[in-house]
């Protein structure tokens, strides 16, 4: 792990003075996450624009230099990244009622989830010109931090209040970052865009999985003191949702539509298979997403076309047995072209209006018009996508050009699901892996170009070994 440590002290020394991305982003933060969820449990304690300092970040002697005590702390990083993290089952996170239980859990998970993720950070190449990741990842070193200092009960809730206030607005800086790491591949000559999604697509979603699993844990810890239940509901009815959803995308959308559609709710199964244990403000996020963008396509299309009346309803179906829950968000919006289907999951992707995107794929190649709640930051889709498969789901979409679009909603009744979370370790591990291969090859090749016969031997020895070491990971 000698990699990580190196990448993990010049990094810590370069960013701890970095400050966080204005106030301004966290306006938005809620576009990304479910703000009721973190509202409930933030106390609004600390500015997300404060500056990191080693000093604060590294507690110890005093008396120890700065670069020691950075030294220390990215060595224990580097011992955590190396561990995988425990996925827990909803009725393990339901059969803890108190605080004190799920602290000692995450006194032990949160170190290997925060590590993971610096990590995860730290493979990305050109970070050091990207000012906003390089932020998030200060965030995490401190949150690393603190929680492996955090010694009483009274502190380490202060310490996980002061984690979720510096997260707010993290998927935002992310993606901006990510989106101005394309254009510095741009202008560094590399202009395979699909190549360049498909990196801040995979790139994104581990880091975004992660972050819900935390936030899960996190928010579950913080809502015991108040619900035995905490965020979790063990009778949640998706129709009672919906509703919530459908309500606050109306309001919503009658600032952007002249026209808004109206949107049917309808139920078919058995009364005793309506309900499941779920969190509900997650399934209350992917549906606002699906159906911003419905009402959206259905009003735009309206207005297009130059129709009177009323537009047609958007309608949602929930239909559910003793296994599964599904739902059915359908309009009749015009479609999604057949061409941009494959690039709708994309945190790169738009439809809104007055950017410059890719007439083929719909990438975005360049943000002129400014977001809004309804639409414009690309990440509703991909998100809601990884909220169902945290979950244990699934979401799937069809959709028919000139006519309208279907999504699709599986979730299983069973609380003895897992989380669903990246698996790093062996990414992290395959990842080195390549490289020392070719790290083996051009030094054999140096060997032998000098007749070193023995010590090109040595180097293919390895770059075979290292060969097999890799394909027992990749089975």
Not at 17 to 41: F, G, H, I, M, T
Not at 367 to 378: F, H, M, N, V
Request: proline share 5%; hydrophobic share 40%.
């Amino acid at each position: 792990m000698a990699w990580i440590v190196s990448r993990l002290a010049a990094a810590s020394r370069r960013v701890f003075q970095r400050r966080c991305l204005s106030s301004k982003l966290s306006s938005v933060a809620s576009v990304y996450w479910p703000n009721e969820l973190d509202a409930s449990v933030s106390d609004g304690s600390v500015s997300p624009t404060q500056e990191c300092n080693a000093a604060e970040i590294v507690p110890g002697n005093p008396e120890v230099s700065q670069d020691a005590r950075c030294r220390t702390l990215s060595a224990d990083i580097a011992e955590f990244a190396g561990r995988q993290p425990t996925p827990m089952r909803l009725e393990e996170i339901l059969g803890m009622k108190t605080p004190d239980g799920l602290r000692a859990v995450l006194q032990e998970e949160l170190p290997v989830r925060l590590a993971n993720r610096i990590a995860h950070l730290d493979t990305l190449p050109k970070l050091e010109e990207l000012d906003l990741i390089c932020g998030v990842r200060a965030d995490f070193v401190r949150a690393f931090s603190e929680v492996r200092h955090a010694s009483d009960p009274d502190e380490f809730e202060h310490v996980i209040r002061r984690l979720k206030k510096r997260n707010e607005n993290h998927a935002l800086r992310m993606t901006s970052g990510m989106k101005a790491w394309m254009e510095l591949r741009r202008k560094s000559g590399e202009h395979d865009e699909e190549e360049g999604r498909a990196f801040v697509d995979e790139f994104l979603d581990r880091l975004f999985l992660s972050r819900i699993g935390m936030e899960t844990l996190t928010s579950q810890y913080l809502a015991l003191s108040h619900n035995p239940d905490g965020i979790v509901n063990p009778n949640c009815d998706p129709c009672e949702v919906c509703e919530r959803a459908a309500e606050q995308v109306v309001h919503m959308a009658k600032t952007y539509l002249k026209r808004v559609p109206d949107i049917e709710i309808s139920f078919h199964g058995t009364d005793n298979a309506q309900t499941l244990p779920l969190i509900p403000q997650y399934l209350f996020y992917i549906v606002v997403e699906l159906l911003k963008n419905s009402l959206r396509a259905v009003g735009e299309s309206h207005e297009a076309q130059g129709s009177r009346g009323k537009p047609d309803p958007v309608e949602i179906i929930v239909a559910s047995d003793e296994s599964q829950v599904a739902l059915s968000i359908m309009d009749k919006g015009g479609g999604i072209p057949f061409h941009r289907q494959p690039h709708v999951w994309s945190y790169m992707y738009t439809t809104a209006r007055g950017n410059r995107v890719c007439e083929k794929t719909g990438i975005l190649l360049e943000q002129k018009a400014e977001p809004t709640p309804l639409s414009g930051y690309g990440v509703g889709l991909p998100l809601s996508r990884l909220y169902a498969e945290y979950l244990g789901g699934s979401l799937h979409l069809m959709s028919m050009p000139n006519f309208g679009t279907h999504a699709y909603l599986f979730l299983q009744q069973s609380s003895e699901r897992e989380e669903a979370l990246p698996t790093y370790v062996n990414w992290l591990r395959r990842r080195r892996l390549r490289e020392d291969i070719l790290s083996f090859e051009a030094k054999e090749k140096d060997a032998a170009g000098l007749r070193d016969y023995a010590e090109a031997l040595r180097f293919k020895t390895l770059a075979a070994e290292a060969r097999v070491e890799l394909s027992l990971l990749e089975r």
